[in-house]
């Protein structure tokens, strides 16, 4: 036997061996933040635009002390809570409408990622046609532009009057824009924001339904195909592990929660009872399921994923 081989034999084995344990690099990344579902003849495409770290012990107002951080931990959740902003596609076959444009740089890096999901998707922005805003906060609006211009250019822009009004008022004395007004500066510009006034039919199968008070214009987006049923209910939800075993808590973004809180009330006893979907913008993504009773309040079941042909 050639020792002088064996052990040169043996030196290659243990080299490639050794190679082959090697710990493979952390990609930290996420995989693309997309969602999809079929509605009857319609498709439902939910994007991540991202997360938002928020202290929702101050901003959510409890109705007992202690009630929000115990029913983070019961989640297995823990402060600030990281919290999903959501988007929605539907294509109903003749028209692609978006639901909210995510947050882009209002708030923040961790946010701000809707186009790069929206690529994963298979569809471009200029396909979009209408996009139907739930109400004016930049976490909902500030997806229309990126650096001033305009991200969807064949799109019209809805929502109700009562927060369109404010897109086009006067800044304060001494203050520009906000972010929220330059959002949609170019579209205003462009004559491509129609607002509506309450309940409106906007296309076939959609329409638009008040839920006035976390703004005051704030609304809602009923989608319906072939006897199937999917409410968009914008801000009705902050904090799923919260706001679903009492609804009755707010959050003080609210401009009334006065009118917020019986709305997200008659949202989710309308949905239980009718078995229809949900889709929230900070329900953990893709932030679509139904709500089933629960003592006063309800429980969240996630939508159950589904493979399409």
Known sequence: MNIRFTTLGFALALAAATSAQAAAPFVKSQAPG????????????????????????????????????????????????????????INTGTKLVMVDTGAASVFGPTAGRLLSNLAATGYKPEQVD??????????????????????????VVRLDKRDADYLSAAPAAGKGPDGVQLAAKPYLDSGRVKPFDGATDLVPGVRAQPAYGHTPGHTIYVVESKGRKIVFGGDSMHVASVQFPDPTVTISFDSDSSKAMPERQKLYADAAAGGYYLAFTHVSFPGIGHVRPDGKGYTWIPVNYTRLP
């Open 34 to 89: 997309v969602f999809r579902m079929m509605l009857g003849d319609f498709e439902i495409t939910a994007v991540s635009d991202g997360t938002l770290d928020l202290p929702v012990d101050k901003l959510l107002k409890e109705n007992q002390p202690g009630q929000v951080a115990k029913a983070l931990q019961h989640n297995h959740l823990h402060l600030p809570l990281e919290t999903s902003v959501n988007a929605y596609l």
């Open 130 to 155: 209408e996009i139907y805003i739930t109400h004016r906060h930049g976490d909902h609006i500030g997806g229309l532009t990126v650096d001033g211009k305009p991200v969807f250019p064949n799109a």
